[in-house]
C-alpha cells in the first residue's frame, strides 16, 4: 500500500474543497488507526470512505464531525481549523447505523430536536414549517405524529434524514446507514439518498464496507487499508484501473494472476501467466519488475469449446455453473493459475448453448485487456 495518500491528494488540485484532511493521523494508544491522512472533499460531491473492517474509514469520518480529534494534523471545514472545534459547533450532520432517534418523540419532535436546541430559541411556527418541509422532502409529510417505533426500517432512515438536514449542513456523514436494511429496501434507499443529494446539493460524506453501495452511489471513492489512504478516484477508475493488488481485489470481482514479463512496447507487457499462457496486458503504473500480477474482471473473459487463434487462450475444467438470471458465473480450474471466474451475459449463453461442470474448456482472453498491477507497499 502506498505510505500515505499523496495520489489522493493530487487528484484534488485546484477544485473547490468543502472539507480537507492535512497530514492528519489519530492514535488510540499503542495503535495507529489513521495514517497521514491526506484528502480534499469537494463541494457537493457524493465522496464514500470504503475499506474492511478495522481499515480507519469510521476514524476519519469521526474525526470529520468531531468527535474525535487527530493526534496530529489539521482537519479544516471551510477552510477554517476544525481540529479543536467540538462536534455541535461544526457545521455537519450525522446519520449513523441505528439512526438514534428517540423513541418517546414523535416523528416530528425527533426531525425537529435540533431546531428546539438553538438559542435564541426560534418561533414553534418557524420550528412547525421547517418540520414540514424537511418531512416533505423525504417524501414523510403525513408521519409526523407517529412514534418511531411504529415505523420501517426505511421510514426510520428517513426520519433520522429528515433531522440531519433540517440544521443545513455544509457536510452530512452517513455511517453505515443501510447495514440494517435488506436487500431490496437498501437498492431503494440508495436511489433515494442519491436523489436527495442532488436535490439538496449538500456534501455527502458516506462510510461503508459494501462496494457494491460505494460504486453505486459515489462521484468519488476513497479507498483505505491500514489506516491509509489507499487510492482515490470514480467508481470507474478504481474498477478499471486499480493500483494495485489490495484495491484491485477489493473493488468488484477480480482474477488476479502471477506471471513474468518478457517484453514491454508502448505501454503495455507481454506476460507469460503461470499456466504457460501469453498475454499482453495495458501497464497501469511501469515500474520495471520482471515479476508481476495481473487483473482480468470475470466479464472481459469469454469461453470456448476449442481455441480460437486470436486470443491467448487458458486451458481448464468447470467446477461450478451459477446462473443469476442476467448472466452466468462459472469457477474453473486451470494448472497453473488456480481458479478463475468467468461471467457470460445471458445472450453469449444462448449462442454458445453453454458449459456445464467437469467440461474442459478454452478461456479466451483478449489482447489488450486486463492490467499489470504496481506493487502493494
Known amino acids: 500500500m502506498r505510505s500515505s495518500s499523496e495520489e489522493g491528494a493530487a487528484q484534488d488540485t485546484g477544485s473547490e474543497h468543502v472539507a480537507e484532511f492535512i497530514d492528519v493521523s489519530k492514535r488510540f494508544g499503542d495503535i495507529l488507526a489513521a495514517d497521514r491522512l491526506n484528502l480534499g472533499i469537494r463541494r457537493g460531491e ?14 476519519a469520518l469521526r474525526m470529520l464531525a468531531g468527535f474525535e480529534p487527530p493526534s496530529e494534523g ?8 476544525m481540529s479543536a472545534v467540538p462536534s455541535h459547533r461544526r457545521p455537519v450532520n450525522m446519520v449513523f447505523q441505528h439512526y438514534a432517534l428517540f423513541p418517546h ?7 425537529g430536536y435540533g431546531l428546539r436546541q438553538r438559542r435564541p430559541r426560534l418561533p414553534k411556527s418557524e420550528i412547525g414549517a ?17 412514534r418511531v417505533w411504529e415505523l420501517s426500517g426505511g421510514q426510520q432512515q428517513r426520519v433520522a434524514l429528515a433531522r440531519a438536514i433540517i440544521n443545513e449542513p455544509t457536510i452530512l456523514l452517513l455511517d453505515e446507514p443501510m447495514a440494517a ?13 442519491l436523489d436527495l443529494q442532488r436535490s439538496l446539493g449538500i456534501t455527502f460524506v458516506l462510510v461503508t464496507h459494501d462496494q457494491e453501495e460505494a460504486l453505486s452511489m459515489s462521484d468519488r471513492i476513497c479507498i483505505m ?33 502471477s506471471g513474468e514479463v518478457v517484453a514491454r512496447e508502448a505501454g503495455q507487457a507481454r506476460v507469460v501467466l503461470g499456466c504457460g499462457a501469453e498475454v499482453l496486458v495495458p501497464e497501469g ?7 508481476v500480477d495481473v487483473v482480468i474482471r470475470p466479464e472481459c473473459l469469454s469461453l470456448s469449446a476449442t481455441h480460437q487463434d486470436e486470443d491467448a487462450a487458458i486451458r481448464a475444467r468447470v467446477t461450478h455453473r451459477t446462473f443469476l438470471g442476467d448472466h452466468t458465473e462459472y469457477l474453473l480450474q486451470a494448472e497453473g493459475t488456480g481458479l478463475l471466474q468467468v461471467n457470460l451475459p445471458r445472450q453469449a449463453e444462448r449462442t454458445s448453448g453453454g458449459h456445464g461442470v467437469g467440461d474442459d474448456v478454452h478461456i479466451l482472453w483478449a489482447a489488450g485487456t486486463g492490467l499489470v498491477l504496481a506493487a502493494d507497499d
Open 46 to 59: 457524493f465522496l464514500s470512505f470504503l475499506g474492511p473492517s478495522g481499515c480507519g474509514k469510521t476514524t
Open 74 to 81: 489539521t482537519v479544516r471545514i471551510d477552510a477554517t481549523d
Open 105 to 111: 418523540m414523535t416523528v416530528a419532535q425527533n426531525v
Open 130 to 146: 421547517q418540520v414540514d418541509k424537511a418531512l416533505a422532502t423525504v417524501r414523510l409529510s403525513d408521519f409526523g405524529t407517529r
Open 181 to 193: 436494511l435488506d436487500a431490496k429496501l437498501r437498492a431503494e434507499m440508495q436511489r433515494e439518498l
Open 225 to 257: 487499508g491500514r489506516g491509509r489512504i489507499v487510492q482515490v478516484g470514480t467508481p470507474q477508475d478504481l474498477y478499471d484501473r486499480p493500483c494495485n493488488r489490495y484495491v484491485a481485489d477489493f473493488v468488484g470481482k477480480a482474477n488476479i494472476l
Open 285 to 291: 503504473n511501469p515500474d520495471g519488475r520482471r515479476h
